[in-house]
């Protein structure tokens, strides 16, 4: 069951902030994030393995929280390289880390 | 290092022609997976694989065949192409979950349309 992402879309100008949210009906283990550019492949930013966990990547964190089965994404002081479509990806207890199911995505846009 | 190298990179099919996809990684990944991409779907899972001789399927895997003989290749078959498989194809590698700290690393795709 592929996990929700809100919102579906959202508009920054350089500079602004954005939280990208992720959730989950089942148990989670892990949860990663993921950008795709257009016409690219998705890379990987980061993946979160503990409740309550934070990570960060330049200005970009996310945290876990694994009682809610929810994630989020912080992006800070957005810049135009952060445009593109952000996914994450779920893995389940019973599977570990694999296999990951994705949510639809999220597409950011960073204005100047 | 290569990465995850997929072929072709766009592909034409008529309706009912079956083809390969093919997948190559050379970082020693025990798992592989599938994924399409349609539109406003996400990223769905076709069939993966945890090991070379262990493929299961994923949320999608009708009119799809895999096989896993060696750790590097995991190619996916169309059996009888359908303008509904007309899609962006990528498959991706990783450690298995004993190194839990590592995230998928993603081929370039394959654009698929079939007429």
């Known amino acids: 069951q592929q996990p929700v992402q809100s919102p579906q879309a959202v508009i920054l100008r350089e500079g602004e902030d954005a939280v990208i949210n992720c959730s989950s009906s089942?148990?989670?283990?892990?949860v990663h994030w993921y950008r795709q550019k257009h016409g690219e492949a998705p890379v990987f930013l980061m993946i979160?393995?503990?409740?309550?966990e934070q990570k960060g990547h330049e200005k970009i964190s996310a945290s876990f929280n694994e009682k809610k089965q929810q994630s989020s994404l912080y992006l800070t002081a957005s810049q135009l390289s952060y445009s593109g479509t952000y996914f994450c990806?779920?893995?389940?207890?019973?599977?570990?880390?694999?296999?990951?199911?994705f949510g639809k995505g999220t597409r950011l846009s960073v204005i100047a | 290092n290569a990465g995850v190298t997929q072929t072709p990179k766009f592909q034409v099919l008529k309706t009912g022609q079956s083809m390969t996809l093919q997948c190559a990684q050379d970082?020693?990944?025990?798992?592989m997976s599938w994924y399409r991409q349609d539109p406003g779907m996400g990223l769905r899972l076709i069939h993966y694989?945890?090991?070379?001789?262990?493929?299961d399927q994923g949320e999608v895997p009708n009119g799809y065949n895999v096989s896993r003989s060696t750790t590097e290749d995991f190619p996916l078959r169309l059996l009888s192409a359908a303008p509904s498989q007309t899609s962006v194809y990528f498959c991706?590698?990783?450690?298995?979950?004993?190194?839990?700290?590592?995230?998928?690393?993603f081929g370039s795709g394959t654009r698929l349309t079939v007429v």
């Open positions: 089942k148990a989670l283990y892990s």
């Open positions: 970082m020693n990944h025990e798992y």
């Open positions: 990806g779920t893995a389940s207890y019973r599977t570990g880390n694999t296999p990951l199911v």
């Open positions: 694989s945890v090991g070379a001789g262990i493929t």
């Open positions: 979160l393995l503990k409740g309550g």
């Open positions: 991706a590698s990783s450690y298995s979950s004993s190194r839990a700290n590592y995230g998928y690393t």
